[in-house]
C-alpha cells in the first residue's frame, strides 16, 4: 500500500464535500495556482535569474500553504469540531499566538471524556471559565504559571490548564518533535480528541487526531473562519 503525505491526504478531500462557499473559493485559488505554474514554465525556458525563478516558486508554495489552510480549517469546523461553539474564539486565539511565538498546547474534548483517560494527578488547574481567546492568551504567556502545561476544552469552556498529557512512544523518523508535540500524539493515540500545537521556534500550527500529525498550517495567518 502507497504510504502518502500530510499533504497528499489533505488535498485528496474532495470539493463537493467542502461548504459552497469555500469550493468557490478553493476554485479560484486553483485557477491562481496553474497560471503560477504557467509563469513559472515561461521564466524557466526563458532562463530568467536564478532570483525570478525563486519568487515565483515562493509564490507557488504559498498558494498551496493556503489551499491546504482552506480545506484543513474547514474539515475542522464541520467534521472535526462540529458541535464546538466559539470556534472563531479558539481559531483566533491559535492565530495569535502563533504570530506572537507563544508555545500551547490545545486539547479539544469531542465524545472521549479527557480526564478519564489521563492520569487524575496531572489534570492540572481546574478553571471551568468561558472560552475566550484573551485567557487562551493570557495562559500561555511565557512565564505564566500555566503555559508549560496542556488546556482542555469542554464545548464553550476552558475546563484546565497546565495538565500533563501522555507521551506517545511512536517513532516519527521524518519528523523532529518537541515535548508539546509528542504529548499531543500521545492523547490522540488514546482518545477522540483533537490536539492543536503552536511552536515556539517555528510559529508553526500543528494538529494531532487519531494518532496523526498535520503540520500544514503556517503561521497562524491561515486558518480561516
Request: with cysteine; proline share 4%; net charge neutral.
Amino acid at each position: 500500500m502507497p504510504k502518502f503525505t500530510d499533504t497528499e491526504v489533505i488535498m485528496a478531500i474532495s470539493v463537493k464535500d467542502l461548504p459552497q462557499n469555500l469550493d468557490i473559493t478553493l476554485k479560484h485559488n486553483f485557477k491562481d495556482l496553474c497560471e503560477l505554474a504557467r509563469e513559472m514554465q515561461g521564466v524557466i525556458k526563458a532562463n530568467r535569474p536564478c532570483e525570478e525563478i525563486f519568487e515565483q516558486f515562493t509564490k507557488i508554495k504559498n498558494t498551496i500553504d493556503y489551499i491546504e489552510s482552506l480545506i484543513l480549517t474547514s474539515q475542522l469546523k464541520n467534521c472535526f469540531l462540529p458541535d464546538i461553539p466559539y470556534m472563531k474564539e479558539l481559531f483566533k486565539a491559535i492565530q495569535h499566538l502563533s504570530i506572537k511565538g507563544y508555545g500551547a498546547l490545545i486539547a479539544i474534548q469531542r465524545e472521549d471524556d479527557i480526564k478519564e483517560v489521563i492520569d487524575v494527578t496531572h489534570i492540572g488547574v481546574q478553571l471551568d471559565a468561558k472560552l475566550s481567546n484573551r485567557l487562551l492568551e493570557s495562559i500561555f504567556y511565557p512565564g505564566s504559571p500555566l503555559h508549560d502545561g496542556a488546556v482542555v476544552i469542554k464545548g464553550d469552556r476552558i475546563f484546565s490548564a497546565g495538565c500533563v498529557l501522555p507521551l506517545s512512544k511512536k517513532v516519527v523518523p521524518e519528523k523532529k518533535l518537541g515535548t508539546r508535540h509528542m504529548a499531543a500524539l500521545g492523547l490522540s493515540e488514546i482518545c477522540d480528541a483533537v490536539i492543536f500545537v503552536v511552536s515556539e521556534e517555528t510559529r508553526k500550527i500543528t494538529i494531532a487526531f487519531k494518532g496523526e500529525l498535520f503540520t500544514n498550517i503556517h503561521k497562524g495567518k491561515h486558518l480561516h473562519f
